[in-house]
T-cell receptor, first 114, second 112 residues
Framework: GAGVSQSPSNKVTEKGKDVELRCDPI?????LYWYRQSLGQGLEFLIY????????KSGLPSDRFSAERTGGSVSTLTIQRTQQEDSAVYLC????????????FGPGTRLTVT | DQQVKQNSPSLSVQEGRISILNCDYT??????FLWYKKYPAEGPTFLIS?????DKNEDGRFTVFLNKSAKHLSLHIVPSQPGDSAVYFC???????????FGKGTKLSVKP
């Protein structure tokens, strides 16, 4: 079946602009996670969605970051007033619940803020 | 403060030999560990996992060992193949919502 898809694959934006990143999880996976990977670093957790519950936003680095998930499926991550330190690869993962620990990742969006 | 550490940024191995990738963690409450493999410009791919109630899990050429007393796990690849060349991430299931906590990765190069 189809895996996790993300768009765009690459995004170059000017400092101060807003950007929107999209994630389509695996069908039937109720849990969705956003991570980011900065150069030379591991993956950093940003936000988690599970069904209709309120998202866990504990990993968001600032209030310029927000995310939503519509209809329990597609998710968008929005970064307002982008800064150069926001440059990273943004990865989305989905997970089948209950019981499974494995998360399945999309190919990521490489964001470059100039 | 890093909770999952991969202290070797890179490893080079000859084709056919064993590759051993190491990972240390600090939180004894972690209950499940996973290894992911990542090629350039792709997302991480799940490779193998182990529950904290076990000390070994094997899947084909890949074996993960867990030493809870030492808070250490390792991934063994035997025999190594050039297609195994990638960055390998160790991750622990430790977040309150099941988010994974990742190490910084080890870049494995398998030379023909």
């Amino acid at each position: 079946g189809a895996g996790v898809s993300q768009s765009p694959s690459n995004k170059v934006t000017e400092k101060g602009k807003d950007v929107e990143l999209r994630c389509d999880p695996i069908s039937g996976h109720t849990a969705l996670y956003w991570y980011r990977q900065s150069l030379g670093q591991g993956l950093e957790f940003l936000i988690y969605f599970q069904g209709n519950s309120a998202p866990d936003k504990s990993g968001l680095p600032s209030d310029r970051f927000s995310a939503e998930r519509t209809g329990g499926s597609v998710s968008t991550l929005t970064i307002q007033r982008t800064q150069q330190e926001d440059s990273a690869v943004y990865l989305c993962a989905s997970r089948r619940l209950p019981g499974a620990y494995e998360q399945y990742f999309g190919p990521g969006t490489r964001l470059t803020v100039t | 403060d890093q909770q999952v550490k991969q202290n070797s940024p890179s490893l080079s191995v000859q084709e056919g030999r064993i590759s051993i990738l190491n990972c240390d963690y600090t939180n004894s409450m972690f209950d499940y560990f996973l290894w992911y493999k990542k090629y350039p410009a792709e997302g991480p791919t799940f490779l193998i996992s182990i529950s904290s109630i076990k000390d070994k899990n094997e899947d084909g050429r890949f074996t993960v060992f867990l030493n809870k007393s030492a808070k250490h796990l390792s991934l063994h690849i035997v025999p190594s193949q050039p297609g195994d060349s990638a960055v390998y991430f160790c991750a622990a299931n430790g977040g309150s919502q099941g988010n994974l906590i990742f190490g910084k990765g080890t870049k494995l190069s398998v030379k023909p």
